[in-house]
């Protein structure tokens, strides 16, 4: 049974910083791309990072360039996504998800297999 459990979500002031962990289960981890994505509340899922299984394609929201870094460790199964200056608007439920395809870096929620249950983040001004 494949299991992705998100966590280090939390309450941050704007401009702060905040690193979300994944934790990765049931599935050969180095063999699928990981993706972060957003939820507001009304609002669609949406991309926020991607990486291909090793790590040499990564793909960002325009968003969150410059601002945001993705990251795995293939070792402990478990892929990493890096907030710095921290807005009110990325306040969201942060979800990972695994896609099968290794090379992918697919902003499409529908390309991904498998899907955590999410950690928030909300960020004050």
């Known amino acids: 049974q494949v299991q992705l459990v998100e966590s280090g979500g939390g309450l941050v002031q704007a401009g702060g910083s905040l690193t979300l962990s994944c934790a990765a289960s049931?599935?050969?981890?180095?063999?699928?791309?990981m993706g972060w994505f957003l939820q507001s509340p009304g609002q669609e899922r949406a991309f926020v990072a991607a990486?291909?299984?090793?790590?040499?394609?990564?793909n960002y929201a325009e968003s969150v360039k410059g601002r945001f870094t993705i990251s795995r460790d293939n070792a402990k199964n478990t892929v990493y996504l890096q907030m710095t200056s921290l807005k009110p608007e990325d306040t969201a439920i942060y979800y990972c998800a695994a896609d099968s395809r290794r090379w992918g870096v697919s902003w499409r929620r529908e390309e991904y297999d498998y899907w955590g249950k999410g950690t928030q983040v909300t960020v004050s001004s």
């Open positions: 049931g599935l050969i981890f180095y063999s699928y791309a």
């Open positions: 990486m291909s299984a090793t790590g040499e394609r990564i």
